[in-house]
Every structure is written in C-alpha cells, then in structure tokens.
C-alpha cells in the first residue's frame, strides 16, 4: 500500500532538515553509534538489517541534515517503518530520543509534500470531533450486523478483489453501537467523600471500540473517591497526526485539550488509552513557545495520569478487591513502558487481585506489532511481530491477557482469528472493574 | 562499478541477499567507533557458509575488497569498509549447531549473539565466560575476530582462552578447518590461536567451537568506596596477594561516580575519589571465605565503607552504578570516546594519575572506568565532534596516555583491536619488527590486501 502522495521537493526538503534546530541534532549527535538498540528494536529484530534499526535511522536523519544524503522518497518510506514504540529510548545509554527523532522527520518530511485527500480528511477534520467519527463507522457497523460480513468472511469473498483489503477487512474488530461519550453523563460524582475532580480523556479508540472498558475506568474512578468529569467537547489528542507528521491541527486540537480540562478545574486528567497518555504528557514539550494555550501546556501535562499509574495509589485499602481465580499475564503497551516508563503500577495493581497469578511475558516490553496503522501500512511485518508476541504469551499459560492500550487489545484479539489463540484479551480497567463488583458482592454491598 | 558489482552478486546470490541502495550503504558505513565511516559499495547478507564462498569467489574476479561484519558494535573501526567494496555480514549465519554437555563445547555459526549463546549454555548447567560489554549484540564471530574480554576476564580470561576449533575462508575461497574439542591438540602451527584476533584481515570464520566450564554454583558481590585512589589502586594488588582471583574487579574514578550519581542518583557519595566493585563465584563455601578476605583487603586499605550484598536482589542494585557507567558519561556531552589501555596491576595507580594528568593539561573532561582486576582501562573522554580544536586536544591527551601505558609495560588495547583507532601506535607498541613479522603473515593469505583493508597496518596519514 503506497502512503506517500507525490514526491516530495528535494531542495525544499534538503533545506527542511537543513534547519533542524540544535536541540534536536545535539540529540543526533548524541548517538555513540554502540547498537545497544538493536536487539529490542522489533523492526531489526524481523528484518536483521541495520536500516531498520534506530541506530540507523538516526544515522539517515544526521546523513540528510548535514547534506549527505538527499531526504528521497526511499528515506521517508524508511522514517515510516518505525513503529514508533520508543523501546530505544529505554535502552539507549546516551539518552537519544530515536523515536522522537524520526516523529521529527516525518514532520519535516509531510510539511514539505502534498498531503493526500482521504489523509487529510482524517488528520485534519475527522479527529477533531467524536460525533464524526462515530457517524464513519456507521458503514462497518451495517455491513457487520446485516450478516455480509459473514458472508464475505465464509467465502474469503475479499481474496479475490485483493490481499491487502482481505488482511483489513479481517483484522476488522466488532464496534460497538454506541460510543461512550453518547451513553455516559458529563460528570460522575464521586463514590462516597470526594477526595478531587478528576478529568477523564476519552481516548478516540477508547471511546468508538471499547466503550465498556472505558465505562469500568470511569466506576473505578468514581469508587476510587473522585468525581469524574468527562467533557463531550473533547477532541483527539493528537498522537494519530504526530505519527503522520501533522501538526498544525495537533496544536489546536492540543490546545483545545488544555483549555477545555483546565476550565473544569481538575485535579488530574486520567487516560486508560496508554498512547492518549504519552501524547497528552508531551503537550507541554510540543506546544511551547507557540500557542496562547502554551503556557498551560506544562500545567495540563503535568496533571495527566494513565489509568494504572492513578489507581495504584487512588484505590486505597478499603477498597474490597475480590477474589479472581485466573491466570494473567500484563502486556505492556509500548506507550506505556517505554515512552511513560511505567511498567510496576499495572502489576502492583493486578497482584493485589486476590488469586489472581500473574506471570511476566518472556519479552515483555516487545511491542505487539498494532503501533496505530502499523498493522494496516505494513502489514507483513506487523505480523511477524504479532506472530513473535503470540509465542512468548503462549509460554506464559495464561487464559487471560490483560493489557491498557486500544491498538493492543485489538491486535491481540486479531491474534485469535488470524493464529487460533484461545486467550481472552481484557482492558486492565474490565479485570479490576469485575474484582471490585465480586469484592463488593461478598462485602453486602450494592 | 557499483550499480554492477551489486548485480553480480544479486544474480549470484538473490536479490534479497543484497544491499545497494543509498540508505543500506550509509547504514553499514560506520560500526561503534567514533569519528570513522566509509561507504561500502555493497553489503551482502550471507545465511550460510556457500553464500560466503560465493562472494568471496566474486569479489576475487572484480578484486573487490571485503570487509566481513557481525553487529557492528567494535570500538577500533574493525568492520568500516574504508576501501568500499563489499561488506559482508555474517549476521544471518546464527545456528548454534551443538550443546555438548558431555565434552564441555559448544559449536555455533559466526552469527550467533553473544548472550543467546550464554543463554543456550546456561540452560544446560555450563558457563561460557566472555561477557564483553556490548555482549547483548555483539556476535561471537566478532569475538572472535577481535578477541574480546569483558568483566570476567581475570579470572577467566577472554574469548582466545575459549576458543577450540575454528572453520575459516580465506580471501581466495579455500577454507581450512583447524582445531578439534581436545584439551591436548599440538598438530603444526596452531592457527585456532593465530586466527583469534586478526580482525577480519586474514579469514572470516565460519563454524566456531568454544570450550565451556562448569557454570559456578555460587556469587558474592561487594562493593568498597574510597575516599583515595591511591588507596583503591592498593586494595586491588591486596585482594591478589591473598591468593584471590575475583570474578569481576572493576574500578570507577571520582568523575565516573558523579556522571553516574547525578544521573541515576542511587545514593553514591559524590565526594568519593574511587569505588571498586569485586565478584568471587565458585562453591558456595569458597565464595563465603573469599568474600571475607576480600573485604578484609578492602578495610585494611583505607575504604570509606565496605558493602557485601546478602542476595541476588543486593548483588544486581551493588552493579547498578557499575553498570551505570557508561550511560551515565555517555550523556555529558555530545561525543563520547571510550579508549582501552592496559597495565600491568600494580602500575594501575600510577596511569590512573598520568590520565588524569593528561585531562589537565588539555583542558578535557574524562572519566576512567575499567577492569581493575587485569588492570584493563577506559578512560572516556567527554567532548564534542563539531569542536576541531577539543577534538585535537583529545588526540594528543590519548597519545600521552597511550605513551605511559607502553612505558608502564602496559598496552595500547586490551580489548577493542587494532583496527583503524590503533594502527598508528601498533609500531610504537610492537616494534617495527613484529609489524614487519604481521604485514609478511598477512601477505601469504592476501597478497593484494583485499580483506578487511586498512586495519592493523597504516598504509597513509589520517
């Protein structure tokens, strides 16, 4: 599948990267070359090639901003087989930002070539409301409940027409009717004395595909002590335009973000979408010095929480966590671990599940291949990667595994159809949510 | 010559055996070593022992230099292409072929990660020691090319120490097998150990057997802060002259300590002159005794504190600075130059002064880090490539330091090479003799100095 539209100019481009400001090549100079990111990086890991690596690619970036190499149309394929999972940053002893760096390029690189219509319509329209995108899913949810879709699943009907829209249509997950901004009150008052107002962003994936883990996140919030407010005005967050280089419309819906929460006077803002996360913790890095809303950039990001990091100190003791006899194992969403560096909270929070055992991934950490339209863009790889995860699940023996990240949960899910797994796959949010209502069942309460 | 030295190899080989395009050649431009890097015209992906004899054969037909290549993590430029030509990885070659737990070998193609080896060897209860610092990368064919040491190499040696037979081809294609998994094995030269260590330039190594040792049952880890490095230098030939050989013996400098303290911030005193961190492993009750005399060592010699780890748990947050090191100085600044001097043990305290003499005198920032216990040092000089002038500075404090270490008895690399980085003292080091000796050696095996050029022997100015 070809994403790139036309050729982007070379001398406009040449001198694009040419401008790459200090900070930012301090970052590529940083780079000792010692290739200590290459046995985690997944894309070498399946290729074994060093173009594939985040040593190479930090070494593309400096070869085009000192004028070496030309930024072609096979350096800009080459910025997009990252999948952005930040596994590097973890690893890197001298702190270079690889992934950062390639975001960095791809926004040098779309800023200087037309941007194609269908591309546009999304990055710069559709993310900017949930109504309009729960109204584009209309299509998927006919063709699912008018049976064609199991016509055409029956029948391998798509094969024919072409590979590609076949491996889609597969991977197509069950979509709920209804989003949760349209069956869930603007506040929740909190459970009980209210201990703060907590915002609660509705991640876009969140919201449209799994409705009721974000509704779980949502009561947990509310047993937890707070009172939940989740405004429907909410836009994107902005990681889907980051990742394709856009970020003009990143930095309004950005700041729409911020001054939308801050006006509710909050005291966090809570995300159960790991990806939402990262990208709300970078609005003050990447809103600084450039809108009116920048200087609340820092405050609003400095407020913001992943569901697993706020739980695990909110849920205080009384709170009656009931018995579940399962075995688990915690996938860690590559925005969570590596670009959050958070990987102990979801764990504290699962160990405390009376019962419940919980076993660690052999590879935990590896990316599971979703990485936002990676699945779809590069979808061969994407599998491989799919096919490594499926294995080290699979030494785990666990029946359920639990993870925090929308991309996540559907690629693993996909894991079903496409390898026969027989693991179900759950939102952290869902497993407490259904330990908290036993725990509660047994306690009188409700 | 490019564009058809790559379709050569391609209807040889297969196209996705070969890179040519502009980015895979930038990519294989460069290995771990800064401020080196030269484009290869080519870069091949062997996946077996007949891909290599292929291209081999080819680059002698166009008389295209070869440059063979594993992870690319070596410090002396060991695998940058500086004639173009073709480079060769050996990357996809990484079978380990046989586990023999009765004879205590292991057979593996030159591919093989380093870790994934001790892995493999581990999980059947046998221990294969070289642990080099980029072992989580690195390839054993590497290893083997550069003779690589690591933390473990005072008490058990390095990579040569564990190499028993090796299955090598040569520049013209023809392959000699030499070596066997016999303990005692004297037939002719022994070219298993000739081979380690020549950096690509006379081979490239094909099937490799290792020896291995009983994996040790026990480990105890101390580490000892000093307020002296002086007295950290004595504490080192103190512990050897009570008859203990640690398994780990590192030294951290005054520098090192605070990069690393101010970015982990693990509770290090940053006012300490030097730190030691010492391993002994063997049966858990010569480990008991030895821990006691090292710590002994430790006391009498002036440490500031003595802390002996009670677990597994202690021992890993004991090696968290240790570990540290590098990443810590790697972030001060922009560029960071490793160098890998050796002495010989009671001579540590001094070099360590001349280093720091010689970051004085050239206004830089260095840190010295290093295997205390075979008295291997990096000093690490923290600077910047964009500033020339620094850049000479950095030169001529190494020749200094590089003097010293030879007039100490000591050596110009313990453990990253020759290479590139080196070949300039190699005279100054050996002897023009012995570099005679090595450049009539590598004149026999590749007469036109086609494999691996301009590595060992300086052929011009910089």
């Known amino acids: 599948m070809t994403r790139m539209g036309v050729a982007p100019d070379l001398s406009t481009l040449r001198e694009a990267f040419s401008t790459l400001d200090v900070h930012d090549y301090g970052d590529v100079l940083q780079c000792m070359r010692c290739g200590f990111c290459l046995p985690t990086c997944p894309t070498y890991r399946t290729d074994g090639v060093e173009t594939q690596s985040p040593r190479g690619r930090v070494a593309m970036i400096k070869a085009v901003v000192d004028g070496r190499m030309d930024p072609t149309e096979e350096f800009a394929e080459h910025m997009y087989h990252c999948l952005d999972c930040r596994n590097c940053h973890t690893v890197c002893p001298a702190g270079v930002k690889a992934g950062e760096l390639v975001l960095e390029a791809r926004h040098r690189i779309e800023e200087h070539r037309p941007q194609g ?24 949810r006919f063709y699912r409940r008018t049976g064609i879709q199991t016509l055409v699943r029956k029948y391998d009907l798509l094969k024919a027409v072409s590979a590609g829209l076949s491996h889609l249509e597969a991977m197509m997950p069950d979509i709920p009717p209804r989003p949760l901004t349209e069956t869930i009150p603007e506040e929740i008052p909190a459970d009980g004395k209210e201990k703060g107002r907590v915002g609660f962003f509705l991640g876009c994936a969140m919201n449209l595909l799994y409705p009721e883990a974000s509704r779980a996140t949502a009561w947990l919030l509310s047993r937890a002590g707070y009172t939940v407010v989740i405004p429907r005005a909410q836009q994107c967050c902005g990681a889907p335009n980051i990742e394709e280089g856009e970020r003009r419309v990143y930095r309004e819906m950005a700041g729409h973000n911020v001054d939308l929460f801050l006006g509710k006077r909050v005291d966090f803002v809570v995300t159960d979408c790991a990806a939402c996360g990262n990208e709300l913790k970078s609005y003050g890095k990447l809103l600084s010095g450039r809108e009116r809303s920048s200087r609340y950039g820092n405050v609003f990001s400095e407020k913001v929480r992943d569901v697993s990091e706020f739980l695990s100190r909110a849920l205080g003791p009384e709170v009656p966590l009931g018995p579940l006899e399962e075995e688990v194992c915690f996938h860690d969403p590559c925005h969570l671990c590596h670009a959050q560096g958070i990987t102990a909270p979801p764990r504290e929070l699962l160990r405390r599940i009376p019962g419940l055992r919980l076993s660690e991934v052999p590879d935990a950490g590896q990316c599971c291949g979703s990485a936002g339209v990676y699945s779809i863009t590069h979808a061969d790889r994407s599998m491989k990667i799919l096919a490594a995860k499926v294995e080290a699940i699979g030494k785990t023996g666990a029946r359920t595994v639990v993870s925090s990240n929308p991309g996540c949960l559907l690629q693993l899910e996909y894991a079903r159809r496409r390898f026969g797994t027989n693991w179900e796959v759950v939102h952290i949010s869902q497993i407490l949510r259904r330990s908290l209502a036993r725990g509660e069942e047994k306690g009188g309460r409700e | 010559m490019t564009i058809e030295l790559a379709r050569k190899l391609e209807e040889l080989l297969g196209k996705e055996k070969v890179l040519s395009s502009e980015s895979d ?15 290869p015209e080519v870069v091949v992906r062997a996946s077996t022992e007949e891909d290599v004899h292929a291209v081999l ?15 690319g993590t070596g410090l002396s430029g060991g695998s940058v292409p500086v004639n173009g030509g073709i480079v060769l990885l050996t990357t996809g070659m990484n079978r380990i072929l046989d586990v023999d ?47 690589s040491g690591g933390l473990r190499a005072m008490k058990y040696g390095i990579t040569g120490d564990y190499v028993l037979a090796l299955e090598t081809y040569f520049v013209d294609g023809s392959k000699v097998r030499y070596g066997t998994k016999c303990v005692k094995d004297v037939a002719g030269y022994n070219l298993t150990k000739f081979l380690v260590g020549t950096e690509g330039t006379i081979g490239i190594f094909t099937k490799i057997t290792l020896r291995l040792v009983p994996k040790p049952q026990s480990k105890k880890t101390i580490l000892a802060l000093y307020d002296d490095l002086l007295a950290a230098g004595r504490t080192v030939s103190a512990i050897v002259s009570r008859k203990v050989i640690p398994s780990t013996l590192e030294l951290m400098d005054d520098v090192t300590i605070a990069c690393v303290e101010e970015y982990a911030k693990i509770g290090l005193p940053r006012d300490a002159a030097a730190l030691l961190l010492i391993e002994t492993d063997g049966h858990p009750e010569v480990v008991r005794e030895e ?25 890993t947050e004991l090696f968290t600075a240790r570990r540290m090191a590098l990443a810590a100085l790697a972030r001060v600044k922009p560029t960071t130059i490793l160098e890998d001097i050796t002495v010989p043990r009671p001579a540590i305290p001094e070099m360590m002064a001349a280093i720091r003499e010689a970051a004085k005198k050239y206004s830089l920032r260095m840190g010295t880090f290093g295997h205390a216990g075979d008295g291997n040092l990096h000093p690490t000089c923290l600077t910047d490539e964009r500033d020339k002038e620094e850049i000479l500075r950095v030169e001529a404090a190494y020749d200094e330091i590089f003097r010293k270490a030879i007039s100490l008895g000591g050596t110009i690399s313990g453990e990253h090479g020759t290479g590139m980085a080196k070949s300039k003292y190699l005279p100054m080091m050996v002897g023009p003799k012995a570099v005679e000796v090595m450049a009539r050696i590598k004149g026999v095996f590749d007469p036109q100095g086609r494999l691996n050029p301009g590595k060992i022997f300086r052929t011009e100015a910089r």
């Open chain 2, 57 to 71: 054969e080819a680059a002698a037909k166009e008389g295209a230099t070869v440059t063979p290549r594993g992870s």
């Open chain 2, 25 to 39: 050649r930038l990519c294989y431009s460069y290995d771990a070593t800064p401020l080196v890097s030269h484009l």
């Open chain 1, 117 to 140: 219509a269908v591309k546009r319509f999304f990055l710069e329209y559709a993310v900017r409301d949930q109504r309009r995108l729960s109204r584009l899913l209309a299509p998927a």
């Open chain 2, 291 to 315: 821990g006691a005399k090292i710590e002994e060592a430790c006391r009498e010699n002036g440490a500031r504190s003595v802390r002996m780890a009670k677990d597994a748990a202690e021992s």
């Open chain 2, 101 to 147: 737990a009765d004879d205590l070998s292991v057979t593996v193609e030159p591919g093989v990660i380093t870790s994934d080896l001790h892995a493999a060897v581990e999980a059947k209860g046998l221990f294969y020691p070289p642990d080099p610092g980029s072992m989580k990368i690195s390839t054993i064919g590497g290893n083997v090319a550069e003779n």
